[in-house]
């Protein structure tokens, strides 16, 4: 299981997380790969993965746009799904109805796109840009857009 923590415009969030004793001290058994968007931190489980972003929470409140959990490669849940996954509200399995596409470029989130049911990232080429780093988030009903939106 995987956290990636999207940072917000203009931070540069493995610099901030290692300068802070805080943060370092619950990162200590974790080694955050820097990307160039944030960073993504392994973990054991789904329940480990909820308990460090909790650690984080003054963090990400302050320097964050988005918090994702990476159960499979390529796959990415949104914080609310993973929570209803982990209280074993929901079973998640392919395909999954509610999905948004996040368009990642260079440093920061550019666009979030809601994606059609049956449709693959990669039907939304003409949306995106060459080099954009494209993630796949699953996400709760609750959290689509209402039909007709």
């Known amino acids: ?3 990636l923590l999207i940072q917000s415009e203009g931070v540069d969030l493995y610099t901030t997380l290692l300068a ?3 943060s370092r001290r619950a990162l200590r058994f974790y080694r955050p790969d820097r990307l160039t968007y944030g960073i993504r931190i392994r973990t054991a489980s ?3 993965a909820l308990a460090l972003v909790s650690e984080l929470r003054w963090y990400i409140q302050r320097y964050v746009q988005d ?3 990476e159960p499979a490669d390529g796959i990415f849940y949104s914080s609310a799904l993973a929570r209803q996954v982990y209280e074993r509200d929901v079973r998640p399995s392919h395909p999954w109805s509610h999905r948004r596409l996040y368009r990642v470029a260079n440093d920061r989130l550019i666009d979030l796109i809601w994606m059609e049911e049956g449709t693959r990232p990669e039907s939304y080429s003409d949306r995106t840009e060459r080099g954009d780093t494209l993630l796949e988030v699953w996400c709760t009903a609750e959290e689509a857009p209402a039909e007709g939106s």
């Open 46 to 48: 789904l329940g480990s």
């Open 20 to 22: 802070s004793e805080t």
């Open 1 to 3: 299981m995987n956290v």
């Open 67 to 69: 918090v994702l959990f």
